[in-house]
């Protein structure tokens, strides 16, 4: 557990900016955290979904399966800002004790989410199937706006780009843990549900059990009207510029990282450079140099694959495309932490955030199948895939209040 860091007497713990690092162990059960959500976020998508797709609609699985991972990327969409919004204005007490804003829907989320996952073991029509995903969407990602936010509320700014690192490395990790473990681990489509559903509880609960989570008294919360909580949502580029060129260098890398291949190679590129590089930032103040070398990395590994598209070259592509991510992903998200517009909406800001991170993996495929069909095949792809990357990353210049 962390202990308490101390804040001028205008602000609430809850709302200042932290000074006492974290300690590993708190590392490393958000860690463990993130890593059960990714799980549960790709094994379904990648292996038990198609499965159990397949099983239901044989003869037009591929668009069924369209139809319910497009319901539950809409979900997750609506939900993330959604949910980080609520989480911002949480402020419980129950039998004399207050909690904190953010375990209760890490908690919540994965103990629901974990049951939606259970129930959609058990539909046998396309429909249910799509209704619980949705579900279990809806509460994964009210438990990664609550994860997120942790950033931000607990870590000191010259410590979250190392700190952004060991939280980004289960983005890719889980794809690969949740695929070995419904698949060598346990057999069937059940089975790989109900393991996915207790590694959620193993690995997140801890988080949401055993750190601090400070509490947010009543007078600093803003009132909660659907009307005014929905406008919030739009946060304007002309007040917030650096948080506008922010959502959009994301949303531009996210979409030429949308193509990355080879996942296990990529994973072991990203382990290998996304805390070496968060830290490397975090010791020199500085983040957009960072940020534009793993643009031009990732865009290299795309400008090798257009070059020429053989088996070797592509081993060496996807190592150098996840070690550019990795330096990205955890710079970038220190950066995304030090733009935010105000304290008292960062799990809401954040969602808009994630925004740009999940409306790629939907319009990646969408765009890479007409280029590659009508514009050259997969070089062109490549080719696009690196000058989308160079473009969003070399904007971040455009951020004015972080060097």
């Not at 959500?37 to 668009?63: H, S």
């Not at 990664?144 to 870590?155: G, N, Q």
């Not at 193509?259 to 296990?264: A, D, H, S, V």
């Amino acid at each position: 557990m962390t202990t308490m860091n101390p804040t001028p007497a205008s602000l609430p713990a809850a709302l200042a900016e932290p000074t006492v690092p974290v300690r590993r162990g708190w590392i490393a059960l958000i860690f463990a955290a993130n890593l059960g959500v990714w799980m549960a976020f790709f094994t379904p998508i990648q292996v038990l979904l198609p499965q159990q797709v397949e099983r239901i609609a044989p003869a037009d699985k591929e668009a069924m399966l369209a139809v319910v991972t497009g319901l539950g990327a809409l979900a997750a969409v609506l939900a993330n800002p959604l949910a980080g919004a609520l989480s911002d204005r949480t402020s419980l007490r129950l039998a004399n004790r207050h909690f904190g804003r953010r375990h209760v829907w890490t908690a919540l989320g994965a103990v629901v989410g974990a049951l939606a996952l259970v129930l959609l073991a058990r539909e046998n029509t396309i429909a249910g199937v799509a209704v619980a995903w949705v579900a279990a969407q809806v509460c994964f990602n009210a438990m990664l706006a609550s994860l997120t936010a942790a950033i931000p509320d607990r870590v000191p700014v010259a410590q979250r780009g190392g700190v952004s690192g060991w939280v980004g490395i289960p983005q890719a990790l889980g794809l690969v843990l949740g695929a070995v473990l419904v698949t060598a681990v346990v057999t069937g489509n059940a089975a790989g549900y109900a393991a996915i559903a207790l590694a959620v509880l193993l690995l997140s609960l801890p988080f949401a059990l055993l750190t601090q989570d400070d509490h947010l008294p009543r007078e600093h919360r803003s009132p909660l009207r659907l009307r005014s909580l929905f406008a919030s949502m739009w946060i304007s580029p002309r007040r917030h510029p650096d948080f506008a060129w922010a959502w959009f260098t994301r949303f531009l890398v996210q979409t030429g990282n949308a193509l990355g291949t080879l996942y296990l190679l990529y994973t072991l590129g990203m382990v290998l450079t996304a805390v070496v590089a968060g830290r490397m930032s975090d010791r020199s103040g500085r983040r957009k140099v960072f940020v534009i070398a793993s643009g031009l990395i990732m865009a290299v590994a795309a400008v090798l694959l257009a070059a020429a598209p053989v088996w070797p070259m592509a081993i060496v592509a996807a190592l150098l495309l996840g070690a550019g991510y990795g330096v990205y992903l955890s710079v970038d998200a220190a950066l995304i932490t030090q733009v935010l517009p105000a304290a008292t909406d960062r799990a809401k800001d954040l969602g808009v955030i994630n925004i740009a991170n999940s409306a790629p993996q939907v319009l990646g495929p969408a765009l890479s199948a007409p280029i590659v069909v009508h514009l050259g095949g997969y070089p062109t792809l490549y080719a696009v895939t690196a000058a989308v990357t160079v473009l969003g990353s070399a904007l971040v210049v455009k951020i004015r209040s972080v060097p």
